[in-house]
């Protein structure tokens, strides 16, 4: 099938005669993603119109408003603090010292002076003014990377293992991360002529062979992992790569699953979190193409008339797998093979002090909900500067919000402690491993979908619930706490033991029942929990953990064997009555994904 083609069956039965949502109507018209882009930037003041707003994800910015000042400054009748939020496509977290220390620049001239590590491996500006963002695109691209295709329905950044170990599989993975990330831009130079006063070639093709012209009906999330460091996620995406070498470190292929994404909609039930399916298996030169097949399977099939149903995983759950196959085949050039059994995923340490294989060392340092800045106590971000300046330390960005400094010779480690202690850094050895493995996403005050906290409570919500845990001696087994402002999973709240998920302003709904490995999907056990009463909730869950769980069983999977009844019996004797749960809430539904098939 030639890629551009759309096929007519392109909605699922029943919403065919729906009509297609205006941002489809958007791209249709856009000219390859150009709209008025280039005239409203031109144009001065501080915010874009709405087809702007839309135009702008493809090249990797939101606008969003300072929503801490928002309320005050409407009672003030004046306009909201307009800012724009740009986001860094790099493929598997990868930056060089130069690179890294140009967006550190960036930070200062142009943002807030933060550099935000994304759960993608990426970094994000918060805090740009209209009038900035032109010239901080060109800067980041100065730096030789890009923010094309970093939001937008497109195939986003492509996430892998970020260890830097020196050998053959580590190199493999980062190699077809690269390949990727590439084969997968769109081929529309309007970003280049917009940001980049790229003139126009005339007679250029600019025909998305892959896209199309109306782009995907969503965002395409791609990762990419080896069984033994399942950091980057890979179940959580749309596509999930897990590579399977020989004794010999050859790689032998891919297992491919497909229809993961956490994105939900409170009260909304035909919405969800879901797990990739396990699809095939792939020989490594057919990576690009099934990928690319199954990219065209989300173009021609996901749910252009709602935006909220519109990725790939509702096309998966709610065609089946079956169905998914026989279109797949009829595309993709060669047989499908079934996937081949592998090992359980499993989470490695990747902070602190690691050797890469090579004779050289890695630093893993903990990047509190992945923002890089200076505090009043802790001056993180001149720490990593200095580092980079000094040691030319090239560095990873994790999945779980933290940097690795690579390439570190043996004679400097001593000189890189010193520096980070002398700035108070705290080492990844002096934190609990729940405090290590806690993620939160951004929340407020940038993010627009937040409905209640999640970067700025980290901290009272780890050291509360550490507390807790230290209680029964628990802190250091492996349990990983994520915290979004909202239901829509960007901290992957519905795949790690813990999930709290923002319902209103300070009030959490508590997830529970994924594990420490990305295998299991957790489900709700609270609706709506008060946060200074999510100690109550959990002290008697941790106490049954650690009196009734059985030897090595994480906290999820002891969730799970003992389901959302039993765990609720232990908890409502301690609940106040604001914080019980709503008893028709969701359980976990096979429908809705279910781990890859292993072997032991
Ligand atoms: Fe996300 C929307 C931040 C990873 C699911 N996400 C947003 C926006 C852009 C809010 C908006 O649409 O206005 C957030 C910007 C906040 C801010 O102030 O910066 C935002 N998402 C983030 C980041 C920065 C969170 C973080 O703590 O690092 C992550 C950026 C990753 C990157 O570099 O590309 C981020 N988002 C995720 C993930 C995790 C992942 O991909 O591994 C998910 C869950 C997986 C998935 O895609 O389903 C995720 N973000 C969403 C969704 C739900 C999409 C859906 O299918 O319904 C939205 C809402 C939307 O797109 O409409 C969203
Ligand atoms: Fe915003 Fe919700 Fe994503 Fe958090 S989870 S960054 S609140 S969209």
Redesign the pocket.
Known sequence: MPDQTIAPDALPPGIAAKKPTGVETLKQGSEGLRGRLAEELAEGGVQVSEDAYNLLKFHGS?E?FDRDTATVLKQQRLEKDYRF?V?VRMPGGMLTAAQYLGLDRLADTHGNGTL???????I?F?GILKAALKPSIAAINDTLLTTLS??GDVV??I?TTAAPHRDARHRRLRQDALMLSDALLPRSRAYHQIFLDEEPVAGADETETLYGPTYLP??F?I?LAIPEDNSA?VL???LAAIALFDADDTLLGYNIAIG??????HNRAD?F?RLASPLCFVAPDRLLPIVRAVVRLHRDHGDRTD??R??L?YVVADRGLPWVLDTLSADYDGPLEPPRPMPPLHIPEILGWHTQGDGLWWLGVPVP??RIQDTATVTLRTALRELAERFGADMVMT?Q?DVLLCDIRPEDRDAIDMVLAAHGVVAASALSTFARFA?????LP????ALAEA?RVREPIVASLESLLRRHDLQDRRISLRITGCP?????SYSGDIGLVGRTPGHYAIYVGGDFDGQGLSFRLLERVPQAKLVDAFAPLFEAWATRGLPDEGFGAFCTRLGRDALLEFVEGEESPEALPHRSASRLDPAKGSPLETSP
Request: with cysteine; charged share 25%; hydrophobic share 30%.
């Open positions: 939101y969003q939020m986001r935000r590590i994304t759960t993608r491996q990426g994000q918060h970093a939001c986003r950044n996430m969503r965002k999330k990762a996620d959580a995406n749309d993961g994404g956490f994105g939900m909609t919405t979190p935006r909220r519109a990725r995983k909900a992945g999945a919000q993620l939160a996403c951004p929340a940038t993010c627009g979908l970067e829509n999973g960007c901290a992957r």
